[in-house]
């Protein structure tokens, strides 16, 4: 059921489906809570799932120019202030991740566990917060151009020609976005500081899905954090690019109810 939540003025747009203990869904970049419609159907089946649409994308307005991950982060909070929900998994792709990473900064005792799906505590690299800037570039002259050449180069290269429909639907939503929704999540993503110490420091269970072929987060890197956290869950995905959700749905839907459940215990 989609419904709506206030924060800074603005509606955010959610969906809430299921019952019982609640994970919440954030969509990476440049996408909406409708990426998750097909996978969180079996979630919902054994959970409470919330998705929602991030400052800027989908039904969400924006709020200024700069979509900080911090404030992304507080925007989930009223969400789920809004339904007086206290503690629960967040599961966050890429920049969903990031989001997930400043919340546990900030609310730190609402989280039963955390996932980070294809994402990484650490920041843009000097080389990457380059290629942002170019980017942010290329979608003032064209957003539809760039997003129809970046959403195929999501998936393993061999998967592309299996994934058609998806990679379809996939651009469908991303024209969606407001050009300017897309500039304010790459000014937001770009400045996000290293949060490898929330790893260190989580008293929660941390489960890590990584694509043996993502080439936004090397799973080398993802491996690496993994040994930071005292609880760690490891999916590793072989072959998924930087789209588990879709290339290798069902194992990551299983293994996430089975992580959700370790967490709840
Ligand atoms: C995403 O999928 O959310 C983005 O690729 C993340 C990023 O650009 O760092």
């Known amino acids: 059921m989609i419904k709506y939540a206030d924060f800074r003025e603005i509606p955010v747009r959610f969906s809430d489906t299921g019952k019982g203990r609640a994970i919440v869904l954030l969509h990476g970049f440049p996408e909406t809570l409708e990426v998750w419609d097909e996978f969180s159907v079996k979630l919902a089946r054994h959970f409470r799932i919330i998705v929602i649409d991030l400052p800027g994308f989908g039904q969400t307005p924006c709020i200024g120019y700069i979509h900080s991950m911090e404030l992304m982060a507080r925007c989930v909070k009223a969400v789920m202030d809004s339904l007086g929900l206290r503690k629960y998994?967040?599961?966050?792709?890429?920049?969903?991740?990031?989001?997930?990473?400043?919340?546990?900064?900030f609310f730190n005792d609402n989280l039963a566990g955390l996932c980070l799906f294809h994402s990484t505590s650490l920041p843009d690299s000097a080389e990457k917060k380059q290629d942002r800037d170019r980017v942010i570039e290329i979608v003032k002259k064209d957003t539809r151009h760039y997003v129809n050449e970046m959403i195929p180069t999501l998936f393993a290269a061999e998967n592309i020609r299996y994934y058609k429909e998806d990679i379809r639907d996939l651009k469908h939503i991303a024209h969606g976005v407001s050009q300017q929704g897309i500039i304010n999540a790459l000014e937001g993503m770009k400045e996000r500081p290293k949060r490898d110490w929330i790893l260190q420091n989580a008293r929660y269970p941390v489960l890590f899905i990584i694509g043996k072929k993502d080439v936004v987060?090397?799973?080398?890197?993802?491996?690496?954090?993994?040994?930071?956290?005292?609880?760690?869950?490891?999916?590793?995905?072989?072959?998924?690019?930087?789209?588990?959700?879709i290339e290798e749905k069902k194992r990551t839907q299983e293994f996430l109810i089975q992580f959700a459940r370790k967490c709840f215990r």
């Open 89 to 105: 998994i967040l599961t966050g792709h890429s920049m969903g991740g990031y989001v997930s990473l400043a919340f546990a900064e």
């Open 217 to 245: 987060v090397p799973f080398e890197s993802m491996l690496k954090q993994a040994e930071l956290v005292k609880q760690a869950s490891i999916l590793f995905l072989e072959e998924s690019g930087h789209m588990g959700f």
